[in-house]
């Protein structure tokens, strides 16, 4: 049986953070960021495997996520959301350290990857490769096309947030889709079960959305950066949300220090899915970055 998560309240200038945290407290950190529409126990069968190699594994609820606050700033900008993971770093940190993320957290992780004086020495991006990556070569311009021509249908919802109060009254009929869209076949009872306890407050819905409704804002200009540090890029190969038909631009824009996978027979939330498997990928990453 696996072990409950501690519980934790990290104060910032802005606002409280609650993180859950697995394995040994003096363990190498690891900081991992979920994503939308999800909360932290997204990490629940992953962060015992990463935790029993040694790992301290510090899962926070993004801001606006309950327990988690709303910040008193309003900034949902991606340079926010990487400002809160460094916080944690200064709370809990200790030498190197390993950024995991998912989703809008794989877009934070994203970013610190891109930061030069980013604590993160390694970054895991699950489902959001970096964005400059996902940019064409020649040799795979064509299933580039492709992918761009089906985008849209994976990203209506994108323009669905952008729209004052509609998400938010139509949150959980909006997330169970999405859940079922973006990863067939998973069995998101639970998942959504702890996204309804997380956002059953009208503010904490209204900041959920607020990530997408940030994403032209100047502080998100960091999701557009190219990494300078070591990452590994998984996404699914039945992804809902990014069309996996961008993985070939993906995997030859790869660095040298990095690596990107297309994990098969999974979807959007591929850790869920598969934990033991993007669980090795992970090791065999941090084995040789």
């Known amino acids: ?170 949150f959980n009929r909006l997330t169970t889709k999405l859940w079922r869209d973006w990863s067939p076949g998973y069995e998101a009872a639970d998942d959504l079960g702890f996204l309804r306890e997380s956002t059953s407050a009208l503010e904490n819905r209204r900041a959920a959305v607020s990530y997408y409704r940030a994403l032209l804002s100047r502080g998100s200009r960091a999701a557009f950066v190219e990494p300078v540090h070591p990452l590994l890029s998984l996404q699914g190969d039945q992804d809902g949300a990014l069309d996996p038909g961008f993985f070939p631009a993906v995997r030859a824009r790869t660095a040298a220090n990095s690596r990107s996978e297309l994990i098969m027979g999974t979807g959007h939330f591929l850790h869920l899915e598969k934990p033991q498997v993007v669980a090795d990928r992970i090791f065999e990453f941090l084995a040789t970055a």
């Open 1 to 170: 049986m696996q072990a409950a998560p501690r519980t934790s309240l990290v104060t910032t200038p802005t606002h409280d953070i609650c993180v859950l945290e697995w394995g040994p407290s003096d363990g190498q950190l690891l900081v991992a960021l979920h994503g939308f529409p999800d909360t932290a126990w997204t990490w629940r069968t992953l962060a015992p495997v990463l935790a029993d190699a040694g790992y301290r594994v510090v899962a926070p609820f993004m801001r606006g996520y309950a327990p988690s606050g709303i910040p008193n700033d309003g900034d949902y900008s991606v340079r926010a959301l990487a400002s809160d993971a460094v916080a944690l770093y200064d709370r809990f940190g200790q030498d190197e350290a390993v950024l995991l993320g998912h989703d809008w957290g794989a877009i934070a992780a994203d970013a610190l990857a891109g930061d030069p004086d980013s604590p993160f020495t390694r970054v895991v991006a699950l489902a959001v490769p970096p964005l400059p990556w996902i940019n064409p070569t020649r040799a795979t311009l064509m299933p580039w096309l492709g992918a761009v021509v089906k985008q849209p249908f994976h990203s209506w919802y994108t323009l669905y947030n952008q729209v004052p109060g509609l998400s938010e009254r139509t």
